[in-house]
């Protein structure tokens, strides 16, 4: 489970976002980082078993993103990031791909999955796989119970043009103008902090791996 004192430690970042204050409460980071490390190796296991794409040498580590911002670019010059953020790609790969990503922030936090605004490639292969077997991905997308868990699928940012290739009258225009392919489950924060938290969350992903499964074939 993620402990109460890592959503606590997130809300006080939250209200002292600077480096004195992070750098005094060091620790209590450290601490919190841990645990979400540790939570995600849980949940790891317990997703192999339903993904097999799932690298098994995976660490997860590597999965929890850093928490420092890059404010490089950026208007918002706060140091932090608000968040811990869970990233578990399939076959292997970070970032850039299919994957399962669990956003921690105090009252705002969610389970997600597919494949978020993808490479131009990628992307392609994809609308291709929609025009051919969009039967497949509807099946998955109108379930009763995938709709219930994760919402409209198709309302989602969409191309305000019909993407290249494509005709207008397509019975599938909707999903072929999508620019990214992902649902999200908010979690509240006492679900996170329950003793079945890690449970709970992997039957969350279960029910959206037939949509990891269609993207991966996709691009594969």
Not at 129 to 145: M, S
Not at 210 to 216: D, G, Q, S, Y
């Amino acid at each position: 489970m993620i402990n109460p004192a890592t959503l606590d430690f997130l809300k006080e970042l939250a209200a002292n976002n600077n480096r004195e204050w992070f750098q005094a409460n060091k620790t209590a980071h450290d601490k919190a980082r841990e645990n979400v490390i540790e939570f995600c190796g849980e949940l790891i296991a317990l997703l192999r078993k339903t993904d097999p794409a799932i690298n098994e040498a995976l660490d997860p580590k590597k999965c929890v993103m850093r928490i420092y911002r890059d404010i490089r670019f950026s208007k918002n010059k706060t140091p932090y990031k608000n968040n811990f953020g869970i990233s578990i790609p399939l076959s292997g790969l970070r970032n850039g791909g299919v994957e399962y990503y669990l956003h921690l922030t105090p009252g705002k936090s969610f389970i997600a999955g597919g494949y978020w605004m993808p490479e131009a490639d990628h992307l392609k292969s994809i609308r291709q796989e929609i025009d051919y077997n969009a039967h497949d991905l509807k099946g998955i997308i109108d379930d009763a119970e995938f709709i219930k868990l994760f919402g409209e699928f198709r309302k989602q940012e969409q191309l305000k043009t019909v993407p290249k290739g494509y005709d207008a009258a397509n019975e599938n225009i909707e999903l072929l103008k999508l620019k990214s392919f992902i649902v999200a489950h908010d979690l509240k924060d006492k679900e996170l902090v329950a003793a079945d938290a890690v449970q709970n969350i992997a039957s969350v992903c279960n029910k959206l791996h037939p949509l990891t499964v269609f993207l991966k074939n996709a691009i594969a």
